[in-house]
């Protein structure tokens, strides 16, 4: 079977191996409401299902992450390259952006015009990242794509159900992807959306309580074993421009939402748009600040304390390099990509090292090696320590 691929698309799935290709089957981390009525009692340790409502919002005990294979990533349009560094492997990958390509499926996908440059790469800004897996990042904003990593190709997926919404905080639990809140029509909206990656189908969830404009979205497990989203940062109000201090939680069994209270102990909390936040094994929730500052925050959900901790200038030094994303790898480690600082008219050399991934415990009481990747070949795949 033949293909056609024309202006860097490509109209049939048969050019690429089944195995390569996204799948339709990831397995899931079951939340509580797709457990049988039979075994949630049991699993809770509780006599009905009435018990298992009322308890579902507690946190009396330790949370827990949900462990995912995922890679620390960066779109560089100045050079046109994909950068990621995956963190069980400590490999670099680097993907030339010019020679992309465009997956479509389906019949009449020969009429689709599309211009991969123009309305996907000169508009992520408007586009909220994730990486699902290794392999895979998807692309949630004003349309829906998926990246595949491996083999440098974009491919359209369906669209959420809220037309025109920008920058939604995400969230996966290994088979549905969150996406709350976000701009729509020069405003930040309350909008909130679950696709499932089985059936390629978004659903409309209760509204959230509040917007969280440019803030960020984890999924983490309860002490009870329910799945939680919680959504913290960013902006409540455009114009005007007000923070958010809320903290605000989805219960994905009882499909509702809550705002919980917490003892802030730093003096002042600051807006923080676009931070990292991920949670580590011992069950806090870490807010990493970056842009326009490190400031990085633990918040105790069973003691109900967000506290700043120390900045990261004692690893990644901010005169020297600038923080693009931190994520906890599927082991116990966080990792933080970064790239070094240009000052203006200065060229890099082109020795140095243009991006660094510094990786910590989770604890964040101890820091491996720095891996630095140097740009002497555009798909040089190696990692100096």
Not at 18 to 24: C, G, K, R, V
Not at 40 to 45: C, D, F, I, P
Not at 91 to 103: G, I, M, S
Not at 138 to 146: C, K, V
Request: include cysteine; charged fraction near 25%; hydrophobic fraction near 35%.
């Amino acid at each position: 079977m033949g293909c056609t691929q024309v202006k860097n698309r490509v109209y049939d799935d048969s050019l690429f191996p089944a195995s390569d290709l996204p799948s339709t089957n990831v397995k899931s981390i079951a939340s509580l409401c797709e457990i049988p009525s039979s075994e949630k009692s049991t699993a809770m340790g509780t006599p009905s299902l009435p018990n298992i409502y009322n308890l579902s919002s507690g946190f009396c005990g330790k949370i827990t992450p949900i462990k995912m294979n995922q890679v620390l990533f960066h779109f560089d349009l100045s050079s046109m390259r994909f950068i990621s560094f995956e963190m069980n492997t400590k490999d670099w990958t680097v993907n030339d952006l010019t020679k992309t390509r465009f997956l479509v499926r389906g019949e009449g996908s020969a009429k689709f015009d599309f211009d991969i440059i123009k309305d996907i790469l000169m508009g992520l800004r408007n586009y909220s990242l994730i990486a699902i897996d290794a392999k895979h990042i998807e692309l949630i904003g004003p349309r829906h794509f998926q990246y595949n990593i491996t083999l440098n190709y974009f491919e359209k997926k369906p669209s959420m159900i809220a037309a025109g919404v920008k920058n939604p905080c995400l969230a996966f639990t290994g088979r549905r992807l969150f996406a709350f809140s976000g701009e729509q029509k020069s405003e930040y909206c309350r909008n909130a959306e679950v696709y499932d990656m089985n059936s390629n189908t978004w659903t409309s969830v209760e509204d959230m309580p509040s917007p969280h404009g440019k803030g960020a979205a984890c999924c983490f497990l309860s002490n009870l074993n329910i799945v939680k989203v919680l959504i913290a940062g960013g902006y409540s109000q455009k114009k005007p421009l007000i923070a958010s201090f809320d903290l605000s939680i989805y219960d994905d069994f009882r499909k509702g939402w809550m705002t919980i209270d917490i003892q802030c102990q730093v003096f002042s909390l600051r807006a923080m748009p676009n931070p990292s936040i991920f949670v580590t094994e011992d069950g806090i929730i870490h807010l990493q600040e970056t842009r326009g500052g490190y400031d990085h925050y633990e918040l105790k959900l069973h003691k109900r304390k967000l506290v700043r901790k120390p900045e990261l200038d004692r690893m990644v030094d901010s005169r020297q390099y600038e923080i693009i994303r931190a994520n906890r790898g599927e082991n116990e480690e966080v990792g933080f990509l970064a790239k070094i600082r240009q000052e203006s008219g200065e060229p890099i050399r082109k020795s140095a090292p243009e991006y660094c991934v510094a990786i910590c415990d989770g604890k964040f009481k101890e820091w491996s090696e720095k891996y630095v990747f140097t740009n002497k070949k555009l798909k040089a795949k190696t990692c100096i320590r």
